[in-house]
């Protein structure tokens, strides 16, 4: 009965490094949102993918900032050349198939990035 | 834009008495209203959901009141417990939203 898992918990990179995200949803859930929490503040949306493509990229920067949602594999957040304000709380939440109902998000436990 | 809001950075209440949380929003298309509570270096965990077609839902001690016309919704904690301390986020989305918009947080603490 596996949730949400997210790795790695905590990253550490260094300015102008690449940081890659996972994010595995719940068995069963075929929709992915990614979230990020700067220090002291909320979550805030990124993206939203289904298998193979990109629903929402709405609040994803325009540069630097890549998803994907393969068919096989976790779901990967990609940050290329990563700079000090990049530094936060990124969260997975994964759904079950939307069908016009509502339904909640399940959340991992997020991954730490830390940029110095 | 800030389509939800929670305006209370942080509340303190004495344990066995009420906790109230409270969340603004200011788009009336959404539909579906959610709060999630989050521990330190953890994911948030939904608690309790309301939709629009309802003004009242309650789970234990947990009920999530929602008026429309006013755009408000509060989550009411009674009795408060000391492992309610946490920071406290209200969602909402919609038929005709892809994502899920959350509020900056309420961080609850509730004193023994």
């Known amino acids: 009965n596996a949730g949400v898992m997210q790795n790695p918990r905590h990253l550490v990179r260094r300015r102008g490094q690449e940081a890659r995200l996972r994010c595995s949803p719940m068995k069963g859930h075929s929709h992915v949102y990614w979230y990020r929490q700067l220090p002291e503040e909320g979550l805030k949306f990124m993206v939203y993918?289904?298998?193979?493509?990109?629903?929402?990229e709405s609040g994803m920067p325009k540069e630097r900032f890549s998803a994907e949602f393969p068919k096989e594999g976790p779901s990967i957040l990609r940050i290329q050349q990563v700079v000090r304000g990049d530094s936060a709380a990124y969260f997975c939440?994964?759904?079950?198939?939307?069908?016009?109902?509502?339904?909640?998000?399940?959340f991992g436990s997020g991954t730490q990035l830390s940029v110095l | 834009d800030q389509q939800v809001k929670q305006n209370s950075p942080s509340l303190s209440v004495q344990e066995g008495r009420i906790s109230i949380l409270n969340c603004d929003y200011t788009?009336?298309?959404?539909?579906?209203f959610l709060w999630y509570k989050k521990y330190p270096a953890e994911g948030p965990t939904f608690l309790i959901s309301i939709s629009s077609i309802k003004d009242k839902n309650e789970d234990g001690r947990f009920t999530v009141f929602l008026n429309k016309s006013a755009k408000h919704l509060s989550l009411h904690i009674v009795p408060s417990q000391p492992g309610d301390s946490a920071v406290y986020f209200c969602?909402?989305?919609?038929?005709?939203?892809?994502?899920?918009?959350f509020g900056s947080g309420t961080k609850l603490n509730v004193k023994p």
């Open positions: 969602a909402a989305s919609g038929e005709n939203f892809n994502k899920f918009y």
């Open positions: 939440a994964s759904s079950p198939r939307r069908d016009g109902s509502n339904e909640k998000l399940f």
């Open positions: 788009n009336s298309m959404f539909d579906y």
């Open positions: 993918l289904q298998k193979e493509n990109i629903i929402d």
